[in-house]
């Protein structure tokens, strides 16, 4: 679960700042996407932008897990906010962010293998992950490879496995479909959606249209930095 209670993000502008999330709350349910929509510049990605700890708010938390374990990130320092990013949470841009020189399958043994110890179990563990993630996005017959021997659909798919590696309870993922012809982009929706579910993660979702909206579980409609209204 993520919870993002009463964030309120500003950026420098001229003399003054521009409030890019205004008290906003919302909450990301374990096996279910959440869809955050709205018009450009309402704060949208802003909001991404805090849930992944890349960015800390001005106010407000950002609450993992429930309970007496949750964790406040908005209270962690940088370096704590990057360990923590690593353990728990899985990021999908826009565009796919791929290493140009590696294949599909060392994007993901690359991702697997940061932050942790070395040693051959573990080693073998994640290839086995590793190949299972790239059965599960259905490219275990493209994983040698590179970026430009795929296609953009295909290089999402990469990316969406490469987030799941070390296992994380959220999922963000930012307007995946935007450089996606619209059956393709309904193909990598509806990829998210079952592993959402089947993974269990709490995926919040950035999309400025709802022509997929049949993948989206939850929706919120973000207004000018405000991110409180359920649209049926
Ligand atoms: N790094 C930044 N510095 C200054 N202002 C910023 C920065 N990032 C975003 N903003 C401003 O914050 C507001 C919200 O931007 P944000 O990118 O979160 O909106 P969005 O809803 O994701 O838009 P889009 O759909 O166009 O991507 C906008 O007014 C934007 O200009």
Redesign the pocket.
């Given at each position: 679960m993520i919870a993002l209670q009463d964030v309120t993000l500003t950026?420098?502008?001229g003399a003054g700042r521009?409030t890019?999330?205004d008290r906003a709350s919302l909450r990301g349910e374990n096996g279910v996407v959440t869809g955050i929509t709205?018009?450009?510049?309402?704060?949208?990605?802003?909001?991404l932008?805090v849930a992944a700890t890349l960015i800390r708010p001005d106010s407000g938390r950002v609450l993992l897990g429930d309970g007496p374990s949750a964790i406040d990130a908005a209270q962690l320092s940088a370096r704590d906010a990057t360990a923590l990013r690593r353990e728990r949470i899985g990021i999908v841009f826009q565009q796919s962010h791929l290493l140009p020189a590696l294949t599909a399958r060392e994007q993901l043994q690359v991702m697997g293998r940061l932050g942790g110890r070395r040693g051959a179990s573990r080693r073998a563990r994640i290839d086995a992950r590793v190949e299972e993630l790239l059965h599960a996005v259905g490219l275990s017959e493209h994983a040698g490879r590179r970026p430009h021997q795929l296609s953009g659909g295909q290089r999402q798919r990469v990316a969406i496995a490469r987030a799941l590696v070390h296992e994380p309870d959220v999922l963000l993922v930012d307007?995946p479909t935007s450089a996606l012809d619209q059956e393709r982009g309904a193909e990598i929706m509806r990829l998210i959606a079952r592993l959402t579910r089947e993974r269990g993660t709490a995926t919040l979702l950035?999309t400025?249209d709802l022509v997929h909206r049949e993948s989206l579980d939850e929706l919120v409609h973000?207004v000018d930095?405000r991110a409180a209204v359920p649209v049926s």
């Open positions: 950026f420098p502008d521009i890019a999330v709205g018009p450009s510049g309402s704060g949208k990605s802003s909001i932008a307007e950035v400025h973000v930095g």
